[in-house]
């Protein structure tokens, strides 16, 4: 089953040998599908659709994020329990950043 892993939070503390080696032993176990980091939330824009059908796009995240989300993996592992684990794992859980895991909805 796909999951997506989401990255949450402050992770400034990883080096880039951190996620590469996160992302090769992805590789190695042979769970990695795609991962990709997003740019600085500075650069985000929200979309929203009012009530009366009017679109309204406005700089930056939305006011009630806490955190940031700093980008994303998604693995292939048979269960809720390995994805957790893989989840564990990542540079991005540590120092007060936390993963959020997604199982992803595939249709025929």
């Given at each position: 089953?796909?999951?997506?892993?989401?990255?949450?939070?402050?992770?400034?503390?990883?080096?880039?040998?951190?996620?590469?080696?996160?992302?090769r032993?992805?590789?190695?176990?042979?769970?990695?599908?795609?991962?990709?980091?997003?740019?600085?939330?500075s650069l985000t824009?929200?979309?929203?659709v009012s009530d009366g059908g009017e679109t309204v796009v406005t700089d930056g995240p939305f006011a009630e994020a806490h955190e940031v989300l700093?980008?994303?993996?998604i693995i292939?592992?048979?269960?809720?329990?390995?994805?957790?684990?893989?989840a564990a794992r990542c540079p991005g859980a540590r120092f007060g950043g936390r993963m959020v895991v997604r199982p992803i909805v595939e249709f025929p």
């Open positions: 089953m796909k999951y997506m892993l989401l990255i949450h939070g402050a992770s400034e503390k990883c080096t880039t040998d951190d996620w590469v080696a996160y992302g032993a992805l590789q190695d176990a042979g769970v990695y599908v795609g991962s990709a980091p997003l740019a600085d939330d824009t929200t979309v929203r700093g980008g994303y993996y292939d592992v048979p269960d809720l329990d390995a994805a957790s684990d893989w």
